[in-house]
């Protein structure tokens, strides 16, 4: 069903759906409400997942994957990384990788991933070294980024997107406004179907229904796959890291380059050779 059909249903006839069934539908809320609005500027960013900074093999890597962004005309202008930027969440592994972000020259928004954790609920060290990156949103050229804090500890599997997360969810959501293109990152998969996806991923795309969702993009499933939901594209990609193979068997690594236009993005994979 596409965004003119589904927007002959009701909101209430949406609402009395749950997430997953409107995924299951190929439905959004908002694609049919907001569809076409050309809202927001026209610009460029990256978003790379799973880089994983354990070794001091990490630093060459990361210096080409500097290269690469800072080769691409025109310049990206910021960059998001959707968690796991580190092995073992420790001091040291957090900050080389900060510093490796630094590198990019680019500002740099990032989320906590399981790999973050230095111990089962112990998230010190990243949230010295990356302070207010949790649950938090920013404003680029008229568009909303929101990120999340998706992970329980250290678990990778089987996991539930923790109260804190929902309750500012419920807090901050009524203060944006709806009609603003907005772009969602978490570390662990939403996508309907997908591998290691929160048990209930559908409590945080169901607060999101009324609002102009254009992407969310999501790491911790070291690959490619892509849900399409009316205009809402949910993905995740390859690894980011030399250090880590891809669950889904292919060899690639590098990170997407996102060009935002006309309140729709198109994304590119950008490989980064490994040697």
């Not at 093999?57 to 959707?82: M, N, T």
């Not at 998706?150 to 997107?161: D, Q, R």
Request: net charge positive; with cysteine; aromatic share 10%.
């Amino acid at each position: 069903m596409d965004c003119i059909q589904a927007s002959r249903s009701s909101r209430r006839e949406w609402l009395r759906l749950s997430a997953g069934a409107l995924l299951s539908l190929g439905l959004w809320p908002g694609c049919a409400r907001f569809a076409g609005n050309g809202r927001g500027g026209a610009f460029s960013f990256v978003a790379l997942n799973d880089t994983h900074y354990q070794s001091p093999q990490c630093g060459p890597w990361f210096e080409r994957v500097a290269q690469s962004i800072k080769s691409l005309q025109p310049q990206p202008e910021f960059c998001l990384v959707v968690g796991d930027l580190s092995d073992h969440g420790t001091a040291a592994e957090l900050g080389a990788m900060r510093d490796a972000l630094r590198s990019f020259g680019l500002p740099f928004h990032s989320v906590i991933g399981n790999h973050d954790y230095a111990g089962p609920a112990d998230r010190r060290p990243y949230e010295a070294l990356f302070p207010r990156r949790l649950n938090y949103h920013f404003e680029h050229r008229g568009w909303r980024f929101i990120g999340l804090d998706s992970s329980e500890g250290t678990k990778y599997e089987l996991t539930l997107v923790q109260p804190p997360t929902l309750q500012w969810l419920d807090a901050t959501l009524p203060k944006l406004e709806r009609a603003q293109p907005t772009v969602l990152f978490t570390h662990f998969p939403l996508g309907d179907g997908l591998r290691m996806r929160p048990l209930n991923a559908d409590a945080v795309l169901a607060r999101l229904l009324e609002f102009n969702l254009v992407a969310v993009f999501n790491g911790h499933f070291h690959g490619f796959t892509e849900r399409v939901v009316g205009r809402t594209v949910l993905t995740t990609n390859r690894c980011c890291a030399i250090s880590r193979d891809n669950h889904d068997g292919t060899r690639e690594r590098g990170y997407f380059l996102c060009k935002v236009s006309a309140g729709g993005i198109q994304r590119e994979f950008v490989e980064v050779r490994t040697g």
